[in-house]
């Protein structure tokens, strides 16, 4: 690892806000009645496919003034006037376009919520999005009583939804809707939205083989806690064994799930309107820790919560694994350059960090073994290949499996041997039409003086996907 001890200063950047709770409090704010502030929101592509969503289905969103204190981290704030209940779409022939374009998030939460709704709906989106599948969570919509048209390929977007509001006694006995989260926690968390419009209490009840990113169902819960909805979590042993409801607020301690030993009960109620404010983003941190890590200066990134129940907080973990040497404090976290040394992680509740520990990887000792992410092909890009493709051509040797990669880093092999990524003369590099691949492989430039990625790369404006101020604030490191 190269280490260079001339420049010691430490450079300070301010995380950008959570692109999972913005989504979240937007929509509970639309769905309340009156009037709701929602500050520290994430300004991206993908928060502008929410809102647009939420007031073609009759809610009223005015920006807040700006203050001058999200300039840097792409932040901003809402005022909301809600619907008071129920999304309303079009009419026969007429549906509402919910152009969800590149946004999975938007796609798969709004979705659900708006099939508590009442009318007609087209849901669509980028040529990408019509590839991602959606089967599972309409399967369940159409259980409850919406109505589901597929335009193309079965199981995916485009989609028309016929919405007369959610019905959870179609369900089966005792209103239980059983619901996977092999392929995204999203599903889970969309109808976890939508429940409190519905006319009985709903419960939920995680199904398949296993529960991928659950932290992300957590932040949901906090959403609804925070909003005022009523629910409890019911919890066993085993299949045999009996449900235990937790004591409330005790399923923030929760680190994982299993199928068929967690349910959630949502109770009928109305969003409170009020005064929300989004938490920064532990993704979006990532970045800025793993070059505190590889790069020449310590990185120190303000305004993250050390108690938040995002997922993505995990990174600290796999960058002390990793050997790396972290300050943290209560929101803020400091990351200081450090040699590197491969590690075995399963990544199946923060996959999100996936293309950035695979870079991170490129530049350590030895190999890393990523698992338990096979459903990293089917978001914005094949984020197994896609990772490996681009790291080869820099060097390393990133062999796919089955549900990860390995990754053989390059650091200490001595012998006159490579020992870290090099991007060749002329050669450049795909982001994928991927914001996090696009921002994973920044760390790249790094270890080399005058190299600016976004020079390099195909597309670097992906980044507004997520983060449309990441080239500026990037630039503070090089």
Known sequence: MLQNTEHTSVVTVT????????HRYLIGAALAGGASTVRHTLESADLECTRTILAGAGARLEPLEASGDGADSGSGGWRVHGLGGAPRGGQEGRPLSCDVRESGTTCRLLTAVLAAGEGLFR????????????????????????????EGTPGCPPLLLQAHGLNPALAGEGGVLRLGMDVSSQYFSGLLLAAPLCPAPLRLELAGRKAVSWPYVGLTLQCLTDFGISFSVE??????????????????????????????????????????????DWSGASYFLAAGALGRRPVRVEGLR??????????????????????????????????LHGVALDMGSCPDLVPTVAVLAAFAQGSTRISNVAHLRVKESDRISAPAEELAKTGVTV??????????????????????????????????????????????ALQEPGLRMETRLDDPTVVRKSFPQFWNVWSRLQ
Request: aromatic share 4%.
């Open 15 to 22: 995380a950008p806000a959570s692109k999972s709770l913005s």
């Open 123 to 150: 849901i669509h989106g980028a040529q990408r999005m019509h590839e991602r599948p959606i089967g599972e969570l309409t399967d369940a919509l159409t259980a409850l009583g919406a109505g589901v048209v597929f």
């Open 235 to 280: 919890t066993r042993k085993n299949e045999e064994a009996p449900w235990q409801a937790l004591p409330e607020g005790a399923w923030r301690g929760l680190d994982e799930a299993r199928p068929s030993c967690l349910r959630v009960r949502v109770q009928p109620g109305a969003y409170r309107s009020g005064d929300y404010t989004v938490e920064g």
């Open 306 to 339: 050390a108690d938040s129940l995002q997922g993505d907080r995990a990174m600290l973990d796999i960058l002390r694994k990793m050997g790396a040497r972290l300050e943290v404090e209560t929101e803020a976290v400091t990351a200081y350059p450090s040699a």
């Open 399 to 444: 062999d796919q499996l089955s549900d990860g990669m390995l990754v053989s880093g390059l650091a200490g092999r001595g012998c006159g041997r490579q020992n870290a990524p090099r991007l060749p003369e002329g050669l450049n590099l795909c982001a994928h039409n991927d914001h996090r691949m696009a921002m994973s492989l920044a760390l790249l």
